[in-house]
């Protein structure tokens, strides 16, 4: 397997030469979403996949103080990733799907899908009522936090053995 380490901008990588590309918590980092995703579009044969995952910034995992990740310059909920996606030119194989987990075909000529319609204005007020209705007395007396610290407790030690053996 030949892998290069390096920027998507300086990467080898002819146009129209792969078959599927994943981006796993990639795309939320990058200076502009859509042009990169157009970029990916690009590279992929025709009938190219393309699989995203991003963190769901509607999913209120963190408590709020720490809810934007200073890293992340965007942020995705499930109906921006399915709106970015389909603008870079994919159709989308799992439209119904309600989380950021996204995998798409590469289209050239992308029909208007009027059965999977995204109401990003609706969107907006639903993101807005969920950012604001998660304060921290919510979050620290919900099951969250201590589920979350109980998985890391049990995680990391098995990865240290692991890594160890």
């Known amino acids: ?5 390096t920027t998507i901008e300086k ?3 002819m146009p129209a030469s792969q078959d599927v590309i994943t981006l796993h918590h990639v795309l939320e ?3 502009d979403p859509v ?11 025709d009938q190219g996949l393309l699989i995203i995952d991003v963190p769901d910034i509607s999913k209120c995992r963190h408590a709020p103080q720490t809810q934007f990740h200073f890293a992340h310059i965007y942020n995705f909920n499930d109906q921006t990733l ?3 996606v389909q603008k870079a030119g994919f159709i ?3 439209p119904d799907v309600t989380t950021t987990h996204i995998v798409a075909r590469k289209v050239l000529n992308q029909p208007v899908d009027a059965s999977h319609p995204i109401n990003l204005s609706n969107n907006y007020h639903q993101l807005a009522t969920t950012l604001t209705t998660h304060t921290v007395t919510r979050h620290y007396t919900s099951m969250r ?3 979350r610290l109980l998985r890391k407790l049990y995680q990391y030690p098995k990865e240290i053995l692991l890594t160890k053996l």
């Open 1 to 5: 397997l030949n892998v290069e380490n």
């Open 11 to 13: 990467a080898a990588v």
């Open 29 to 31: 980092h990058m200076p």
């Open 35 to 45: 042009a990169t995703l157009k970029y990916f579009h690009s590279l992929l044969r």
């Open 82 to 84: 399915k709106a970015a």
């Open 92 to 94: 989308l194989l799992n």
């Open 145 to 147: 936090p201590y589920a």
